[in-house]
């Protein structure tokens, strides 16, 4: 089943690109390609016994015996939520991207059908080597998708965006030949822990790129400004959370010496990225750019959930990188459609939006309430969990939290007013029009997701880990 | 009267099948009409080398125990059939990227008679089993490619890279020859296992001569500081030539790299696993440092394949097992992508009817999707992107460079590696980002050239290129038996 979740959109890629369909049914395919993947994944979902936990749905296959690499793939409970992130959200992009009429579409589709296979195999590769392929095989469309899909300044954000992941991915490659050799097999679940500082800095200089870590964020804005919004919003809503989840499944429990060692300046980074993100999207001048830096915020929070490793911080950090990526996710999308209705993202020239386009302000209300951390609503249960599993490692990084959740709220309302409130803008005309049902129907699913958890967080942070013990589950390295 | 050895004509059978296919071209010269002189000669050429191949097949299977046969001067085990089909396999590709090539008709038949005899004498080498074998098949295919390089008389840039190469190809063999007389002076011995066996370690003669050896077979690799001509008669010869350069002269080359220093200076290992090292790390930093700045497509990729080239050299340096299987592994993605992305450039080049730059390579991954799309995938294999055989060559070298100890050289790969992805998708931004507003192009007239055969022969090293990722085992199996006949460890 894992190995269907994998193979299905590549499939549907290769049919995508190969053969001779007209723009509509090349879009229509790919989109029932992403809905068939959604309903697998329900499938995972119903069929995963979270009260066993552990390792499920594991598919082994050797690749080559002499270094002991082997096709490796299965899910635990923490994965089947962030394939599920995964699933949903690639079915909008690939729903608002078919919408919105991308040139070229049977590349673009096929390109987006082959990141959606490789995000769901980094999350279900249980071994080192298959790991990496897919978390490299990711850079090679995302790299085409902003390079010929993005707007003027593409050409120098794919190459920022590209040698900045590749010089953190290609340490890891070291640390992963060093490790993998060293252990006698590239096995994750077989692997033994070691105590290397110098392999775990590997793993975390590409980790901390993909998140990004304060201060490796250098990539960011430029690829979230110049990528098509869809992309944008994979980038941030999904492409992040390999980061995080690399974080989770090998930093931490991997290393748990160096993890340890190095809590301090982790979580200190951490904070830092926090707070000067919110700082930074308080001031961006445009839309995007507040996503952008307060994807770099939110990154931080839950890298800090990470690496505190406490039960609470652990439930806190799963259910945050699920919220973040579907909240980050609807909030590109429809700075896309403000985007294609005022033809510009900067928030001085827009404003007034919601004077008779009901549905666009409620849909980015509900989204920026729900993004600000508003009691009773998911994200402000996942941020709760993080602070107070933080707050046992030091009360001073819970603070640093605590203050950034007050600066969320500040930026989240600024932009909201920015948008739809205020006097009408300069590039707001009075044809632009209310949300179409096919956005609706994008953003509607995701919002509803989103409520869903708000409603019930347990759904998450009680079906992660194994008998809901995160520091347990970790130390035991998920076996 | 002259005591006559056995000849094992089994063992000679790939080397012959191109002989006689060099001969039979060179008779289509004379014989054949001039309207079908080019198609019989290539049909030939193509033939020979397709036995070659099938040989090569048939000589693995056959000598699980390898051995020396014609009075031990030439190898017969599977290391050399895996390199004599890896040879035959890039000649057979490059017969067909070539056949286009030449739309005037002279010298069709001798240029196709000329590949073939340079795949002969390739074949030879890789089993080549003593010094005076190592050194007479060097020339044999070295001459031949001299006079491939400037084959077309009345291109300029063919007949500068023809003297270059001569003149310094020329210098690279004096070399390996005053290597080999002083490592027969130090040891009285032309077979490798002889020279092995003589065991003048510490012997300053036979010092010199190692050095010098390595010096002459690294001309041949094109590994920097060797690699002077290597960019200018890439360039300069034609395209399908330098196909055929880059990939089967380089297999040959590093093959018998492994051959001759493991089997024939086990002792000196200590030395020359240093030596071979630097030069590998010396290729890494010139290639892709040089790369960098070059605008002309072919030169990017002649600098790109010294690099290359340091990357297989961290293999060879290992003295291992895993580094020869880390060797043996890298060469079957690697030929398959030079040859592949040299033949998109000679059908580019062909369109255009002028040298292929990275300007002039602009929105080619559109208008030409399924070359386009080869090309990038030949690029993202030399960056050792997944997906490809590439990243399992270069995994593989890493992992033996690793087991040798040597973490530091890792290091170097992976950062060599980083550097080279800026040239490397740097054509693909070339091939797919510009808009077709930004272009500039006056393709000289109509639709390109109808190239079937040079389309299959791109497809070829494309399902070998991603292939090879996936077939892991079964081509490591290969790998390892080919090596499993060096005597390791002895």
């Known amino acids: 089943m894992t190995t269907l979740l994998i193979c299905l959109p590549l499939a549907a890629a290769l049919i995508v690109w190969v053969l001779p369909l007209n723009p509509v049914s090349a879009g229509a395919l790919a989109l029932l390609a992403a809905l068939a993947e959604v309903g697998i994944w329900i499938q995972l979902l119903v069929r995963y016994d979270f009260a066993q936990g552990g390792l499920q749905f594991s598919d082994q296959h050797t690749w080559f015996s002499d270094l002991n690499v082997s096709y490796h793939v299965g899910v635990y409970g923490f994965s089947v939520w962030l394939i599920g992130l995964t699933v949903v959200v690639m079915a909008a992009t690939i729903t608002y991207g078919f919408w919105a009429g991308r040139e070229r579409i049977r590349a673009y589709m096929g390109l987006m059908l082959f990141l959606m296979g490789a995000i769901v195999g980094v999350f279900a590769a249980q071994d080192l080597l298959l790991f990496y392929a897919f978390f490299e095989a990711m850079l090679i ?17 794919t190459l920022k965006f590209v040698l900045y992941t590749m010089a953190g991915s290609l340490l890891m490659l070291a640390s992963i030949v060093v490790y993998g050799l060293s252990e006698h097999t590239f096995d994750l679940v077989q692997i033994g822990q070691s105590s290397s500082q110098w392999i775990f800095l590997g793993f975390v200089a590409a980790f901390a790129i993909k998140a990004p870590l304060f201060p490796l964020h250098g990539w960011l804005p430029d690829a979230y400004r110049e990528s098509s919004p869809e992309v944008a919003a994979v980038l941030s809503g999904v492409v992040s959370k390999a980061a995080a989840y690399g974080f989770l499944r090998i930093a931490v429990t991997k290393f748990p010496g160096p993890a340890h060692d190095f809590r301090a300046p982790i979580l200190a980074l951490a904070a830092i990225g926090l707070i000067y993100g919110s700082l930074l999207a308080f001031r961006a001048p445009d839309l995007r750019g507040v996503i952008a830096y307060s994807s770099l915020a939110q990154m931080g929070l839950i890298i800090m959930g990470v690496f505190a490793v406490n039960d609470l911080s652990l439930d806190g950090s799963v259910l945050q990188m699920v919220n973040h990526g579907l909240v980050s996710a609807t909030l590109f999308l429809l700075a896309g459609m403000v985007e294609r209705r005022a033809l510009t993202g900067e928030l001085g020239r827009l404003g007034g939006m919601a004077r008779g386009r009901p549905a666009l302000a409620t849909m980015l209300l509900t989204t920026g309430v729900i993004a600000l951390a508003v009691p009773l609503s998911s994200a402000f249960a996942g941020e709760f969990l993080i602070l107070a599993g933080v707050f046992q490692r030091g009360w001073g990084w819970a603070v640093a939290g605590a203050v950034a959740i007050v600066l969320a709220a500040m930026y989240v309302l600024r932009v909201v007013s920015a948008v739809l409130h205020r006097e009408v803008g300069s590039a707001v005309s009075d044809s632009a029009l209310d949300l179409r049902p096919a956005e609706l129907g994008v953003t509607v699913p995701m919002i509803a997701c989103l409520l869903a958890l708000s409603i019930w967080p347990a759904a998450i942070t009680q079906h992660s880990f194994r008998g809901d013990h995160g520091a347990a589950d970790v130390a035991g390295q998920f076996k | 009267m002259i005591p006559k050895p056995h000849v094992d004509w089994f063992a000679l059978a790939p080397v012959d099948s191109l002989l006689v296919a060099a001969g039979v071209a060179l008779l ?42 014609v009075a031990d001067a030439f190898n017969r085990d599977r290391l050399t059939a895996l390199a004599t089909m890896i040879v035959a396999g890039t000649g057979l590709l490059v017969t067909g990227v070539a056949y286009r090539e030449r739309a ?47 084959i077309d008389r009345d291109r300029l840039g063919g007949l500068e890279a023809a003297l270059k190469y001569l003149v310094i190809g ?94 024939a200076f086990p002792a000196n290992a200590h030395l020359w696993t240093v030596a071979i ?67 998109v450039v000679a059908a580019r080049e062909r369109e255009l009817g002028v040298p292929v730059t990275f300007e002039n390579m602009a929105g080619f991954g559109w208008e030409r999707p399924l070359l386009g799309i080869s090309m990038w995938a030949f690029l993202l294999g030399f960056a050792g992107f997944p997906l490809t055989g590439g990243f399992v060559g270069k995994f593989y070298v890493f992992a033996a460079a690793y087991e040798h100890g040597w973490t530091w050289l890792v290091i170097v790969g992976v950062l060599a590696t980083l550097v080279s992805l800026y040239y490397y998708l740097g054509l693909v931004r070339a091939m797919f980002m510009r808009r077709t507003e930004d272009l500039q192009l006056a393709p000289i007239g109509g639709s390109p050239p109808r190239e079937t055969l040079l389309q299959t022969a791109v497809v070829t090293c494309l399902v070998v290129t991603v292939g090879s990722f996936f077939a892991v085992q079964p081509l490591i199996d290969l790998c390892k038996h080919a090596v499993n006949s060096l005597p390791w460890g002895v």
């Not at chain 2, 049909?43 to 299977?61: D, I, P, T």
């Not at chain 2, 074949?123 to 001459?143: C, K, P, Q, R, Y």
């Open chain 2, 170 to 263: 020329g210098f690279g063999s004096a070399v390996l020859l005053f290597g080999s007389a002083l490592v027969y002076g130090a040891t009285g011995k032309l077979d490798f296992p002889g020279i092995a066996a003589a065991g003048a370690q510490d012997n300053a003669l036979l010092v010199f001569g190692l050095a010098m050896l390595i010096a002459g077979l690294a001309f041949k690799a094109s590994a920097a500081p060797f690699h002077m001509w290597t960019p200018d008669v890439y360039e300069g010869a034609p395209t399908p030539v330098t196909a055929f350069m880059a990939a089967a002269t380089k297999t040959a080359a590093l093959v018998v790299t492994l051959r001759v220093l493991v089997t």
């Open chain 1, 141 to 157: 469309p995302l790299y085409v998708l902003v390079g010929v899909w993005g707007g003027p300044g593409r050409m120098g954000a």
């Open chain 2, 277 to 343: 090292a630097v030069i590998a790390v010396c290729s890494l930093v010139v290639g892709n440092l040089a790369a960098l700045v070059q605008r002309g497509v072919k030169r990017m990729l002649a600098y790109s394949s010294i690099s290359q080239a340091g990357f297989m050299l961290i293999g060879v340096s290992a003295n291992s097992p895993l580094g020869g299987r880390a060797l043996l592994y890298y060469l079957i993605p690697y030929t398959a992508m030079s040859v592949g992305a040299f033949a």
């Open chain 2, 28 to 69: 289509c010269a004379v014989l054949v009409p001039r309207s079908w002189r080019k198609g019989v000669a290539a049909g030939v050429c193509g033939l020979g080398y397709a036995a070659a191949f099938g040989f090569g097949v048939a000589l693995y299977v056959k000598s699980a125990d390898g051995h020396g046969v």
């Open chain 2, 104 to 150: 005037r008709e002279d010298h069709a038949a001798e240029y196709y008679a000329l590949l073939a005899a340079s795949g002969a004498g390739m074949a030879f080498f890789v089993g080549a089993n003593n010094l005076m074998t190592l050194f007479l098949a060097l020339e044999w295919f070295s001459i031949s490619l001299y006079i491939l390089c400037a």
